[in-house]
């Protein structure tokens, strides 16, 4: 009785009170949610090398350094870096290669680290809103590199302005601990590696692609979650929540993404090759 009464009042609204009011309920019910386009970038390991330790250029373009700023280095760096394109050992054509190359006669704690990254976007904002992201590559390691890597890294980060009047720092990193046969993931509350359960084992075959799959959440806390990964057909769940982020006072807007090569104790040369990478965020 109440809705055919409610019928019956609105009959009686003048005709264009009615039709004001039910023209309005489409715009007010099916108003679209709010979100990010997502956007895929690919073949980023197709893009120009630029020179070494060129790491603050606009443009897309890889760079690579090998200095005690990026991490081991314990005896000092006893290493050197090179990146070319090989169009020999790839996927597609065309891949990113990465040398570390022992450059001395340093015989016990040698280790050095290898820096090879693109910065995607530079002082621009367009994926500071982003809050998911993959990384998505193929990757393989000559015979020197599944005998001597102490580990691979694979990363991504985002950097902007934040509320505070600093910059929020978010470090997407996993690595491939070959010497504890352990996953581990960047923790950037922490500033610290955090061992998790999955194993991590070296490449079977020499100049042989395998395929790795990342995700990470940027949640509204300030934390960030590593939710899972994929290394050939292998699925791996983490559900990783970090403690936080890292902040600086000043900094710059970027998006980027690098490949590091942890040497082992003697610093031993090898090789990696990067193929078919992309970056999907939203």
Same mark, same amino acid.
């Given at each position: ?91 597609? %054509?065309?891949?990113?290669? $990465?040398?570390?190359? !022992?450059?001395? *006669?340093?015989?016990?704690?040698? &280790? /050095? @680290? ?93 100049? %042989?692609?395998?395929?790795? $799959?990342?995700?990470? !959440?940027?949640? *509204?806390?300030?934390?960030?979650? &590593? /939710? @899972? ?54």
């Amino acid at each position: 009785m109440y809705k055919l009464n409610r019928v019956r009042l609105l009959g009686r609204l003048p005709r264009a009170v009615f039709l004001a009011a039910i023209a309005s309920l489409p715009v007010l019910l099916l108003a679209p949610p709010v979100c990010n386009a997502q956007t895929t970038i690919s073949n980023i390991d197709d893009d120009p090398i630029t020179n070494p330790n060129d790491t603050y250029n606009d443009n897309r373009a890889w760079a690579w350094e090998v200095d005690a700023n990026i991490g081991g280095c314990v005896g000092g760096c006893h290493a050197t870096a090179a990146l070319s394109h090989d169009f020999t050992v790839t996927t597609d %054509g065309e891949s990113m290669r $990465i040398d570390l190359n !022992k450059s001395d *006669s340093c015989s016990s704690n040698c &280790y /050095t @680290d290898s820096w090879n990254g693109e910065r995607i976007y530079h002082n621009v904002g367009t994926a500071n809103g982003a809050t998911t992201f993959t990384l998505d590559l193929y990757m393989a390691l000559d015979s020197r590199g599944i005998s001597h890597s102490q580990a691979m890294e694979f990363n991504m980060e985002q950097d902007f302005p934040d509320s505070t009047g600093g910059w929020s720092i978010y470090k997407y990193s996993w690595q491939c601990n070959y010497q504890s046969q352990k996953w581990n993931v960047w923790d950037g509350g922490t500033n610290a590696w955090v061992p998790t359960s999955a194993s991590c084992v070296r490449p079977f075959n020499a100049k %042989g692609f395998d395929h790795y $799959i990342f995700h990470a !959440k940027r949640l *509204s806390n300030g934390t960030y979650e &590593y /939710t @899972d990964f994929y290394v050939n057909t292998t699925h791996v769940t983490l559900n990783y929540v970090t403690h936080g982020h890292e902040e600086k006072p000043s900094w710059e807007e970027n998006l980027f993404t690098w490949i590091q090569l942890d040497s082992d104790s003697l610093a031993d040369s090898y090789t990696a090759w990067v193929d078919k990478m992309k970056v999907t965020y939203q």
